[in-house]
């Protein structure tokens, strides 16, 4: 769990997702190798960091359950965009678009704890491995420089640290690169330029201009004479911090550069981005070797261990692979391609290992109920999700995506009461806010509640609260009038976020963990609409509208004189109904000689429709619609609605 004390509007999301989500989905942006025990970590667009077992067999892996992976570490509530493992590979920091670092323990894969200075994503980190420094930057355009053993030392409760910070700058920060020793420090950002820093008095010492395009990725050599960088303008150069200059430049990409690693000895880079080719190319003579060639745009490339030749890629689509590359005698020596001192036939044409990903969910559409979501993911296939019960309802497989909205849409009409519903990290992220989430009363029957009357009233937004803190122990007690059914509960797996409308996490758990907050100190960082509910089962009045009933017009009366009442927007036409019949069928009964008061009979008849009918805008309206949604379907005017009925010659009567 994470906590820190909200002070502004507070918003309430959570994800749907499955309760063991072993396989990344979306982009694979940061990848970390422990040496130690051949353990890979790997973080993305997902939130979620992964570590996998790659030193075993392909053939012991395959024997395993759940092949490589090992466990899952959540923290984040939004894309990881860097780790480094610190300490031996004891601990691995993370930095995320949710504007924190984390600090992890690796073995037990929980989070020691949150650092939230920045006030923007954190995009890069970079390690100085010999003095144990790490270095974070972002979008805040700040940079912040933290001891390893300051950060060991932090709780979830108690993490105030005060760091040096390197701010001068006035562009957004997306790479940092430090040397061993924390005496150089490099940054790259849009405005084209490189900034060499001196950590240790945070004093900018020069500024080195050259790219056209932002700067991605920075590599810095042992003794910081020297640095690699690469840009979206297709080109990588090398610098020399010393005389402030370029020594040379190297082109063999087709697109942005995104990624770059470096051999221990500082000879040879290895690069890919965005036309999905990685290269090895030599800093002393500019030779560049293709190693291979992937289908999707490289996130993220990582040397393991050399001795082995082993490199790692990520791609764009969640996929991670393995490649062992042959000898320095083995990478070719032609020159096949039309950029100089380019060798573009691939050393490696099939990965020794591959870690696949899941299918993540890149187009979604709400249906008219504002209860269901119908989603298609990037193999196509198509889901339909249940946002009161917080999980998958059906899988229809690679089908028609508009024929299945166009098929399951009912023609109702219920306000919108979700704040915003995001697929960013390949999953469904629901949002909730004050100031809507009560909007969307509703029937049992349209609901589809079947434990409780047909007309009673309920709330989409009570319901999924009170499905979501089920575990909470001080919540009231379901009744048939109450606003969720003991069917209708989120499973305990269910990632909770509370979010400011910032984007600054203030709070993350699960389902589950409900039981055990109810009583901490934790439970003050719940905003107030949030507990009411659950506790309380206080709830907004229905929300009521003004609308005119007359009698449908006629060749002797055309303008019929109409009645202005109010009332709920979630009356039937039915109720419509039974008021035509009470102030005018039954009225005539009573005027005639023949009848007395105490032949008046509260109950109508079944056949209402067939004695009374309802009409807006000509159309003849089913008593089953309500005034919300006849107003937004069929009389699609600003004004007030108006309702006209008629009385069927020769049913009047009972």
């Not at 992220?429 to 309920?458: C, N």
């Not at 005018?584 to 008046?600: G, L």
Request: aromatic share 8%; with cysteine; net charge neutral.
């Amino acid at each position: 769990m994470m906590v820190t004390a909200p002070r502004k509007r507070v918003q309430l999301s959570f994800i749907i997702r499955e309760e063991e989500e072993r396989r990344h989905r979306g982009s694979v942006v940061a990848l970390q190798y422990d040496s130690n025990n051949g353990s890979l970590y790997s973080a993305g667009s997902d939130t979620i960091i992964r570590k996998w077992d790659v030193r075993a067999s392909n053939s012991v892996a395959a024997k395993k359950t759940h092949g490589r992976y090992v466990q899952s570490m959540e923290h984040h509530v939004d894309w990881v965009n860097d780790m480094v493992l610190c300490c031996g590979g004891r601990h691995l920091v993370s930095a995320s678009s949710d504007t924190t670092l984390k600090m992890w323990n690796v073995e037990k894969g929980f989070c020691m704890s949150t650092l939230r200075s920045h006030r923007d994503y954190v995009r890069s980190l970079a390690y100085a491995k010999d003095v144990e420094f790490i270095a974070s930057a972002g979008l805040d355009h700040c940079i912040y420089l933290w001891t390893v053993d300051s950060l060991t030392q932090l709780t979830s409760m108690n993490n105030a640290l005060s760091a040096s910070s390197f701010n001068e700058t006035s562009h957004s920060i997306y790479s940092i690169a430090m040397n061993s020793t924390a005496t150089i420090l490099a940054s790259g950002s849009p405005e084209n330029a490189l900034r060499i820093w001196d950590p240790r008095n945070c004093i900018r010492i020069c500024k080195l201009r050259g790219h056209t395009d932002n700067i991605r990725s920075l590599v810095v050599n042992k003794d910081g004479t020297q640095c690699i960088s690469a840009s979206s303008d297709g080109t990588m150069k090398l610098w020399s911090i010393g005389m402030q200059r370029t020594i040379a430049t190297y082109k063999c990409h087709h697109d942005s550069v995104w990624t770059l690693q470096a051999d221990s000895n500082f000879s040879h880079v290895y690069s890919s981005g965005k036309d999905g080719r990685v290269y090895r190319t030599s800093l002393a003579d500019g030779q560049s070797q293709l190693v291979c060639v992937e289908d999707a745009p490289v996130q993220k490339i990582l040397l393991g261990e050399e001795s082995l030749r082993h490199l790692y890629v990520a791609t764009w689509d969640s996929n991670i692979k393995r490649y062992s590359m042959p000898s320095d005698s083995g990478f070719a020596s032609n020159n096949d391609s039309h950029y100089q001192n380019v060798h573009n036939t691939p050393m490696c044409t099939e990965p020794d290992i591959h870690i696949p990903g899941a299918p993540s969910i890149r187009q979604y559409s709400i249906l008219n109920d504002k209860r269901h979501i119908v989603t298609r993911d990037t193999d196509k296939n198509v889901g339909v999700f249940d946002i009161l019960q917080a999980q998958q309802t059906e899988d229809l497989g690679k089908v028609d995506f508009e024929a299945v909205i166009a098929q399951k849409n009912k023609k109702v009409f219920v306000p919108n009461w979700i704040n915003n519903i995001d697929v960013k990290t390949g999953m469904l992220q629901i949002t909730l806010d004050e100031s809507e989430v009560f909007s969307a009363w509703t029937t049992a029957r349209d609901a589809g509640l079947t434990d409780r009357a047909p007309e009673t009233r309920v709330n989409y937004g009570g319901m999924l609260l009170r499905s979501l803190f089920s575990k909470w122990p001080y919540s009231t007690k379901e009744t048939e009038e109450s606003t969720v059914g003991q069917h209708l509960l989120a499973p305990e797996h269910t990632p909770i976020l509370l979010i400011e409308e910032s984007g600054k996490p203030v709070f993350r758990c699960t389902a589950h963990d409900m039981q055990n907050i109810a009583d901490s100190e934790m439970q003050d960082f719940f905003p107030r609409w949030v507990l009411d509910i659950v506790e309380k089962n206080q709830f907004p009045k229905y929300n009521k509208m003004s609308f005119n009933l007359q009698k449908y017009p006629t060749i002797s009366d055309k303008n019929p004189k109409k009645e202005r009442l109010s009332a709920t927007e979630m009356l039937t036409i039915r109720k419509v109904m039974e008021h035509v019949y009470d102030r005018i069928v039954r009225m005539t009964d009573m005027s005639e000689p023949a009848s007395t008061s105490s032949s008046y009979n509260s109950q109508y008849p079944t056949n209402l429709e067939q004695k009374i009918e309802v009409y807006c805008n000509n159309q003849k309206i089913e008593p089953e619609m309500d005034l919300r949604s006849l107003k937004h379907f069929v009389w699609k005017q600003a004004g007030d609605l108006v309702v006209q009925y008629k009385v069927i010659k020769g049913n009047n009567t009972r």
